[in-house]
Every structure is written in structure tokens, then in C-alpha cells.
């Protein structure tokens, strides 16, 4: 059916369009005109709650007119357009972010006033959108705010999870998980109810010849489920473009509530068979870094991509344009191998649905995709069992023999002398039961695989995917350093830094283009400046030494070291070494005398993360830390000289108050288990330094701001491999350091031994995986340094001037521009200048 409005009738339309608000008098009336109709409620019980709801009403009006013509403005110019495919989005909070990037913060600010409310109150009234579980999910959200900056036609797909990352108690110093039910109220997404798609699952394939004497193959699924739409606005930063996510919700398939059994009173039954529906997205898999391998998985995954590549079909067969063109236009990016079904999906679309031949879809299919690793960590990389497959989804199965049968050929062609290559590169895993390697599926499906640093692509050319280099050249291999959205991470996190360089570097360009931060390094002998820098930088302390104190009731000094590690609990980032440095440091200043104590550098540790529920190491180390603050925090001797914290429930907008408060942040990874790491390039935006291994994108980092500027340690990539054969067959002597921490572990300093034990042997007895003891003393003399370079406050402060002037590389806008240019192959569509106005 036809929905336009005709012609003649279009005017009236024009005249009584939505415009949403332009002054602090029409914001207002939008707030009080949402509080008394759409909540019903009135001056006399508007709570902040309700005006957090109002308010969010009021600037989603504004933005939904942008988001439509944005839409509307993409469709008319009929261009490539990107669809980034990730399981996680962790967006955390909309309505500051909005405000920000349409300019109505200072609108909504003196608005809110004028009704009685504190605008930092109303944010803080927001539920974190956290339907991801850490850098692999928050780069997808730093990417959406990019790709809508840049005005690059883009789409977000994902999984509407109803319950997003548990939230983290601590309870008697253990991790407790509580679900994180967050959709009570969400004014940011819009429900489509029109937009469902029916996706099937398990059932049987036939094979026949049609009337014509066609091959046909059809697949009658048992069982499905049906993906509604819900969508999210994706607001550009000082553009009128809103780009969209959307997110798939599952519901039972109309007719699957069983009437029949409904009637005859077995009422539990059918309501039984909705709720098996409604599973399918109910929840996030908890696990970063890891691969669990579950049925609900990858029911999850096929349904969200089938459910995307329906919608991206179903908008490029409105264009009418022939097959070939579809890779013109659209560029699918998976963002790492959890969509990968897509590739086979595509494929069945076009062989099966649409009479294609096999190589011209083929063809089509690989144009289109382009994949992105994003660990190299064995447990992390996707393996789903074949038995499993052919259940769950037999046509898929069939074709991705295929795909396997036909890549085989032309390996055995290209290298016929080499059989063991074949067993090597098969996308199938010759194991009981088989297995399919779902990251070679994903090579062979793409025209581009890259890595998300520089050494982290180059390891995975040289290690996991060695073969493949050599199969498909190394062309097919590329690098985009991984970067993040200077508008969150630093004007959103640190108004006072944001408007101290703005005022130095005329105005706010710097977070459209981030090189300009260069001009800020003019400034690092300027007294004046680097004053106000410092001064900032203890105003931030204050106010997470504020939360710290709420949150935990101990009492820290802003005046001292804040030393911060707030990521995922994970055995290779060595959350288990930092604490054992601190053991190190508490066990240094007991042996002491009050005069040596005096010359101290005081020290506040604070960590924050989250561990898999099922990683027990993870939580014993969580464990551990929260024993050491309870003993350290409340030794006499001690005093201010050192503080122990475990931030409860790390989270985006915790992460907003910790980042700003970092005089240095520890990214200690095994080198060569950290692909990137994306904290490390906030903290250093944000004026603090770095103690870390050359790992990941610390080292580009250290190549942008000088090694002078950061604190690196430890072991290299390339040595780590000849380090644990050593372990394996030599002598491991134990870093005599490490041992005295071991000691007083194991004297009960911390609570019961005991409880400690697997952490200890795990170095001791079992190999030493993650290299703690061999980079222990190197890491503990670096520390030393950082004492003493932070006792010389004015070269400190230089050294942080110098660092942000000189991160202007890591914006994810560099790195959007990088895929826009490099792999997707598009252009961006800036919206008329009338357009920004009206
Ligand atoms: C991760 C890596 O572990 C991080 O180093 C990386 O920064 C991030 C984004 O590329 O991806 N991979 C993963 O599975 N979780 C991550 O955070």
C-alpha cells in the first residue's frame, strides 16, 4: 500500500510539521506540557524522575524531525550505505549526549533551572544502556557517534536485550551478580511494531526439480520465533544527521499462542511457548574475551542476522536495481565473527530465494562484507559444534560445506603440493564432534579482515591467520587502530578541560577535528595554564574522592597519587599484579621508619571491573583486592599513605567520573593478549599518564605522545612464546619480590590463605601463563619512577599537557574515515545548509 501523502495535501502537512524547541522558553513548555499529558502529572508531583522523563521527551522531539529527514535524505540520494553488525552496543547514557550533540545543553540547563531542577541531577536520573560487556561493545557505540558526526549514511544493527550486563554488589568482599532489568522506562527507542520478521529455525531441507526442471531447495523451518524493530536515535555531533540503531526484540510468532491448548485449560503450556520466544533476546552473554559456545547463543545470533540482512534486502530491492549492484551499495561491517551467519545467510538469500548461481552470489556476498578481529585469545575465538548446526540450522550447514568444498578447491589448486594446509585452513575442524571455525569462515566470506592495532594485525598476519595472508595476499589484511568519540570522552566527561582548551584553541572545532589539540602545546611551560590545567585535574579527584566516599565510606585524599585500573577482570589484563604491587608497596612502608615514611609519595589503587559470572579466577581476584583495602585502609601505619578501592558496578557512566580523575591508569597486559584497549586512549585524553606493556595500542600511543611520556614496562610480544617454554621445561624462579607478597599471603595477612591459593599457584605451580612473575620486578621499578616523577607536580603537569596536545590520532573519527575510506567504499552525505537551520 501506497503511505505517501498526496501532493495536494502535502502543504497542510509542511505547515503543522513537528519542530521541537529553539529557545529556553520553548524548551520549557515542551518539559511542562510532557509532565502534564504524556506522564500525567502535575507541578505538585513532579519528582526528578519525572522531569528526566520530560526533559528526555522534550529533546527527543527535536531530534526525531532530524532523524526523519536524515532518513528520508538518504533514501532520496539512493547511496551506499554501512551496516554495522554487533551483538553489544554499550551506549550508557542518551540525554546528556544528545544535549550536547544537537547544542541544547545550555538551553536544557537554564530550562531546568527556571522549573526547579539541577541539570546534573536529571542526567543522573538516566539507567545506563549497557548492552554490552567492554571495549568490544563500547567501540560500536564510539563508531555510531562517529559515523552520524561525519554524516556517513550508517546503520546500527543489534539485539534489544531486556536484561543488559548484570550490575555488580560486592557483598562481604565477593562479586554479586543482580539482573539489570533497565527497559521500565526508556524514552529513547520507538517500538515498530509494523517492522517484523518472521525467522525460523530448526526443520527439514528438501531438494527437488521444479515445473521448469530447476534444482529448488526449500527449508521448512520447525519452529519461529518473530524479530520486531525497536529503533534508537543516533545523533550526530553539530549536524543535523541522526542516523539509526536498530535493535531486534524476539516475540512468539502470531498463532504460535496455542489456542487449543489455551481452551482446554493447559493454559501454562501455551504461555510457556511465548516465554521460549520472548528468551531468545532476553539476555546478554555475560563474557568478554570468551567463547562458551551455548545453543541460546547462536539462536541469538541467527536471529538477529537474519532478521538485519531482511531489512538491508528488502531496502535495496526498493532501489530496483540488478543484483550486481547490491555491494554499490551496501557495505555490511561484522564486527567481530558473532555475526558471521550473515555471510552464509546472504548467500542462502540469494542462491535459494532469489535463482541466483552459485559464483555470481558468491561474488556479491564477498564484495559486500569486510570482518573485524578484535582478540587473538584462543578461548575468545568462536567454534560452533556441527551437530549443533544441522539442527538448529540445517540449510546453513549444507552451505557452509560448501563455501568450505569450493575455498578447499582453490587452496588445493593455488598449493598442490601442500596437504596439510587443507586440514589447517578448513573452515571445519576435523575434531570430535566437528567443529566450525567461524573466524575462517569469516576471511573467506570478506573482502577485508582487519585488526584493531598496529601490532595486534600484524600478530594476527603472523600467528592465527598466517595461512590465510599467504592464501588470499596480504592486500586482503589491513589495520584500523581502534579510536573513541572526543565528545563523550572528553567535552561530555570533563566539561572544564573541554571549555579550558576550547577557550585556548578558539571554540570547539578541536572535537570535530582532534589534531587541533597540537595547538595546545604551546602551552606546557605557560604558568597560568598549566595552573588551571592542575586545577582541573583536582577538582575531578574531588568529586570521584566524593563518589568513593559514598560509595565505599572510605575516605581518600585528592592530594594523592590516584592510581586507576578500571576494565574487565581478566587473568592477561593482570588485575592479580596490580594488587600484588600494592602488596608490594603496603609490605614496603610497614618495614618503614615514620621518617622514611614522610619522603612517600601518598597513593590511592583503585580498581573497578566486572568478572564473568563462571570465571572463578576473575572473581578470586576481585576477591583478593577487596581483602587487601579492608586490611590496608585501616592500618594506623599506613594512614593516607596508601588506599586500597574496588569501585562497585564499573560502568559507562562511572567510567565518565573515574577517567577525568586519573593521574595514572594501568593497562599491564601480557604483551600480545590485548588486541587495543580503549581506556588507555581516554585516560591520556583526559591529562593522565600511563604505566604500562608494550601491548596493544599503548604502543601507538607511545609513538604519538613520546616515550617520555608514558611509563612502559615489561616483557615484548615477541619474546612471550620462548618465556613459557622456558616455564614448561626449564627452572621458573620466582621473582623474589613476588615471593615476600606471596608470603604474607600465605601468613594469612588477608583473610584466610586459602582463599588465595589457586591465584598463587597458578604462578608458582602452574606454569605462569601470563608471564606475572617475570615482568613483577620491572613493573614494581617502574612504579617507583612514577613516585617520583609525580613528586615533581610542575614537569608532571608539562608531561600531561603534552600528551593530550599530541592525541588528536585516536579519535574514532579517524579511524570511521579509515573504514570509509579503505574498506566500505563510502562517501559521506552532508545535509544542505537550510537544513541545519530549519
Ligand atoms: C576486545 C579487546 O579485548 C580489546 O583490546 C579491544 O580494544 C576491543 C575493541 O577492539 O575488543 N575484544 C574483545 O573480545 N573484547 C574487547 O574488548
Known amino acids: 500500500v501506497e503511505a505517501s501523502i498526496p501532493e495536494p495535501q502535502r502543504e497542510a502537512w509542511k505547515k503543522f510539521q513537528a519542530k521541537g524547541f529553539t529557545n529556553k522558553e520553548e524548551f520549557e513548555r515542551e518539559v511542562v506540557r510532557h509532565v502534564e499529558t504524556t506522564l500525567a502529572r502535575s507541578m505538585f508531583n513532579c519528582d526528578e524522575t519525572a522531569a528526566y522523563a520530560a526533559a ?47 547544542g541544547a545543553k545550555d538551553i536544557a540547563k537554564d530550562g531546568l533551572a527556571d522549573l526547579g531542577f539541577r541539570i546534573e541531577d536529571i542526567i543522573s536520573q538516566e539507567h545506563d544502556a549497557a548492552l554490552g560487556n567492554g571495549g568490544l561493545g563500547r567501540l560500536a557505540a564510539c563508531f555510531l557517534d562517529s559515523m552520524a558526526s561525519l554524516n556517513i549514511p550508517a546503520w546500527g544493527y543489534g539485539l534489544r536485550y531486556r ?62 520465533v518473530q524479530a520486531v524493530a525497536y529503533d534508537v536515535p543516533i545523533p550526530g555531533y553539530d549536524t543535523v544527521s541522526t542516523n539509526n540503531m536498530r535493535l531486534w526484540s524476539s516475540k512468539a510468532a502470531s498463532g504460535e499462542f496455542d489456542f487449543q491448548k489455551f481452551n482446554s485449560g493447559d493454559y501454562e503450556s501455551s504461555v510457556a511457548d511465548q516465554q521460549r520466544a520472548e528468551t531468545i533476546s532476553a539476555v546478554l552473554y555475560p563474557n568478554d574475551n570468551l567463547d562458551r559456545g551455548k545453543e541460546l547463543r547462536l539462536k541469538q545470533q541467527y536471529f538477529w542476522v537474519a532478521a538485519s540482512l531482511y531489512d538491508i534486502v528488502r ?48 561474488s556479491i556476498v564477498t ?11 584462543p578461548e575468545a575465538l568462536e567454534k560452533w559444534s556441527v551437530p549443533l548446526f544441522q539442527n538448529l540450522l540445517p540449510r546453513h550447514l549444507q552451505i557452509i560445506y560448501d563455501i568450505n568444498l569450493y575455498f578447499l578447491q582453490t587452496v588445493e589448486r593455488k598449493f598442490p603440493k601442500e ?21 575462517y569462515l569469516a576471511i573467506v566470506g570478506s573482502h577485508k579482515v582487519n585488526g584493531v592495532a598496529e601490532l595486534h594485525s600484524d600478530l594476527i598476519k603472523t600467528t592465527i591467520f598466517k595461512d590465510f595472508v599467504r592464501i588470499f595476499g596480504p592486500d586482503n589484511f589491513t589495520n584500523v587502530t581502534n579510536g573513541i568519540t572526543p565528545r563523550r570522552w572528553l567535552h561530555q566527561a570533563n566539561p572544564r578541560l573541554s571549555e579550558l582548551i576550547a577557550s585556548k584553541t578558539g571554540g570547539l572545532d578541536f572535537l570535530k577535528d582532534l589534531n587541533i589539540l597540537n595547538e595546545l602545546e604551546k602551552f606546557v611551560d605557560d604558568k597560568e595554564f598549566k595552573k588551571e590545567w592542575a586545577e582541573i585535574k583536582y577538582a575531578n579527584k574531588v568529586r570521584l574522592a566524593k563518589h568513593i566516599k559514598t560509595t565505599t565510606g572510605v575516605t581518600v585524599n585528592p592530594s594523592a ?42 597513593r590511592v589503587s583503585i580498581f573497578g571491573g566486572k568478572a564473568a559470572p563462571g570465571y572463578w579466577m576473575a572473581k578470586t581476584i576481585i576477591h583478593l583486592i577487596n581483602q587487601v583495602g579492608s586490611v590496608v585502609n585501616n592500618d594506623k601505619d599506613v594512614g593516607d599513605l596508601l588506599k586500597v578501592i574496588f569501585l562497585e558496578d564499573y560502568n559507562v557512566s562511572k567510567a565518565e567520573i573515574i577517567v577525568p580523575a586519573s593521574d595514572i591508569s594501568e593497562h599491564i597486559s601480557t604483551a600480545g593478549t ?50 613459557r617454554h622456558a616455564h614448561t621445561y626449564g627452572a621458573h624462579n620466582l621473582d623474589p619480590d613476588l615471593a615476600k607478597v606471596f608470603d604474607a599471603i600465605k601468613a594469612n595477612t588477608f583473610g584466610d590463605a586459602g582463599s588465595f591459593g589457586a591465584l598463587v599457584s597458578a604462578i608458582e605451580d602452574h606454569g605462569d601463563y601470563y608471564l606475572v612473575s617475570d615482568d613483577f620486578h620491572s613493573y614494581i621499578q617502574t612504579q617507583a619512577l612514577v613516585d617520583e616523577a609525580y613528586k615533581d607536580q610542575d614537569e608532571w603537569v608539562s608531561k600531561t599537557i603534552l600528551s593530550v596536545s599530541r592525541m588528536g590520532f585516536f579519535s574514532s573519527d579517524r579511524c570511521i574515515n579509515e573504514y570509509a575510506e579503505t574498506i566500505w567504499n563510502v562517501e559521506p552525505l552532508v545535509p544542505e545548509p537550510q537544513e541545519r537551520n530549519g
Not at 526525531?64 to 550505505?81: C, E, L, S, V, Y
Not at 526443520?203 to 521448469?212: D, L, P, W
Request: charged share 25%; net charge negative; proline share 2%.
Open 561 to 602: 597519587l590516584f592510581d586507576i585500573q578500571v576494565k574487565r577482570i581478566h587473568e592477561y589484563k593482570r588485575q592479580q599484579m596490580n594488587i600484588f604491587g600494592v602488596i608490594h608497596r603496603y609490605l614496603t612502608i610497614k618495614a618503614m621508619t615514620p621518617e622514611e615514611r614522610k619522603k612517600l609519595a601518598p
Open 419 to 439: 596437504r596439510e594446509l587443507l586440514g589447517r585452513v578448513s573452515i571445519i575442524e576435523e575434531s570430535q564432534p566437528k567443529m566450525i571455525r567461524m573466524a
Open 315 to 362: 531496502r535495496f530491492k526498493k532501489s530496483k536495481r540488478a543484483w550486481v549492484e547490491f555491494s554499490d551499495q551496501v557495505a555490511i561491517q561484522l564486527n567481530d565473527t558473532h555475526p558471521t551467519l550473515a555471510i552464509v545467510e546472504l548467500q542462502r538469500i540469494l542462491i535459494d530465494l532469489e535463482g541466483l548461481e552459485w559464483d555470481e552470489a558468491w
Open 674 to 723: 590485548e588486541a587495543s584497549g580503549t581506556s588507555n586512549m581516554k585516560f591520556v585524553l583526559n591529562g593522565g599518564l600511563i604505566i604500562g606493556t608494550c601491548d596493544g595500542a599503548n604502543i601507538e600511543i607511545t609513538r604519538e605522545i613520546g616515550e617520555n611520556n608514558i611509563f612502559l614496562f615489561g616483557n615484548l610480544a615477541e619474546d612471550v612464546e620462548d618465556l
Open 56 to 102: 528526555s521527551l522534550a529533546l527527543r522531539d527535536r531530534l526525531i524531525t532530524q532523524w526523519n529527514r536524515t532518513q528520508q535524505r538518504q533514501t532520496f540520494a539512493d547511496g551506499k550505505r554501512v551496516y554495522y553488525l554487533s551483538l553489544e552496543f554499550l551506549m550508557g547514557r542518551a540525554l546528556d549526549n544528545a544535549m550536547l550533540n544537537i
Open 367 to 377: 564484495k559486500t562484507f569486510g570482518y573485524t578481529n578484535h582478540t587473538v585469545l
Open 163 to 224: 536484561y543488559g550486563i548484570f550490575k555488580q554488589e560486592i557483598v562481604d568482599g565477593y562479586q554479586v551478580e543482580v539482573p539489570d532489568y533497565w527497559l521500565d522506562f526508556n524514552p529513547w527507542e520507538f517500538p515498530r511494531h509494523d517492522i517484523v520478521v518472521d525467522i525460523q529455525f530448526y526443520g527439514n531441507v528438501r531438494k527437488y526439480q521444479n515445473e521448469q526442471g530447476k534444482n529448488v531447495i526449500t527449508w521448512d523451518g520447525g519452529e519461529v
